[in-house]
């Protein structure tokens, strides 16, 4: 019931991985109001309904807004959580009671862009809300639709989503993996470090320094990696953050990583993927394919 843009890397680009992991994510979805699952999604059990056709559009958006901000969030029980050491949808297929700690995850925006009348299967008089939600990684879509139907008091859950964007990767860009068979178009790992990141470019004496573990100086950018730029290489940095020993504007190295134009052997490449195929290059149109994208 989800698709949406995954970000794969080969080789050294795999490295880039765990940064753009921590990014903002953007969806599109469909949230069901009236009806409960066990999994907080359409793949699972219905376990309550309720007629959802007294809930007015004041009443939405004033739960949109509660769900919106810096908020704490319980994850969906049937997810790949650990809790004590085992995974959380194993606790829930084995019958276990427990439950999961609260979060803090961050939702900029939660819009409601349609508001249906529908009728369930089973009859029961249901809304579906058209949404898109920008957010922080780790935030569960399907929880934001299961707090919202129940603080209306009629349940809720998730029944389409999509993965729109995944920090500088947009679905308009994705290309399926047929397209690419036939014409494999990847993206060097320079250019997805300079889309990703804020870039600083140093002379050749600088990145001696930076490759060799020195500290240096570097001018103000965001808390965050930085992309740094020398003659023929590209290393992915992060200022330290105060209080852990590290001074703020000093520049700490992670594993260079090496993408000289010339080489000829191939180079590191990252690039973002539909469930059905990769992304940059020519936008092809997104086909769905049935894959869940949290």
């Known amino acids: 019931m989800a698709t949406g843009v995954l970000v794969l890397g080969v080789e050294r680009a795999t490295k880039l991985l765990g940064h753009l992991a921590l ?20 793949e699972g059990e219905i376990t309550a309904s309720v007629d959802a056709s007294k809930v007015t559009r004041e009443q939405i ?7 919106s901000g810096d908020i704490m969030q319980v994850p969906s029980k049937v997810s790949a959580i650990k809790i004590d050491g085992k995974r959380s ?5 084995g019958g276990e009671e427990f439950e999961i700690p609260a979060r803090p995850v961050t939702v900029s925006s939660f819009r409601v ?3 249906r009348e529908a009728t369930a299967e089973d009859g029961t008089p249901v809304v579906d809300l058209v949404v898109s939600v920008v957010c922080s990684s780790g935030t569960y879509i399907r929880a934001l639709a299961r707090d919202l139907g129940a603080g209306l008091g009629v349940g809720g859950h998730l029944t389409a989503l999509r993965r729109t964007r995944v920090g500088p990767y947009k679905l308009d860009s994705a290309r399926t993996l047929d397209q690419l068979q036939e014409d494999l178009t990847v993206m060097p790992v320079a250019d997805a470090a300079a889309a990703a990141f804020p870039r600083w470019d140093v002379d050749e004496k600088r990145a001696r320094l930076l490759l060799n573990g020195v500290r240096l100086e570097m001018p103000e950018y965001p808390k965050g990696p930085v992309a740094v730029y020398g003659p023929g290489h590209a290393a992915r940095a992060r200022r330290g953050p105060a209080g852990q020993g ?11 990583l090496r993408c000289g134009a010339a080489r000829a052997r ?4 990252l690039f973002p993927v539909s469930p059905e195929g990769i992304c940059p290059a020519e936008p092809p149109k997104f086909t ?7």
């Not at 590290?246 to 260079?256: F, I, V």
């Not at 769905?288 to 994208?293: D, E, K, V």
Request: net charge positive; aromatic share 6%; no cysteine.
């Open 23 to 42: 990014t903002e994510k953007e969806y599109l979805g469909t949230i069901r109001l009236g009806q409960t699952t066990i999994t907080d999604d359409a």
């Open 61 to 67: 958006d004033a739960g949109v807004a509660e769900l």
């Open 89 to 93: 949808y194993a606790r829930v297929r």
């Open 113 to 115: 862009y349609d508001v």
């Open 246 to 256: 590290k001074e703020p504007g000093r520049l700490r190295l992670s594993r260079p």
């Open 266 to 269: 191939a180079r590191p490449t």
């Open 288 to 294: 769905p394919s049935g894959r869940r994208s949290e």
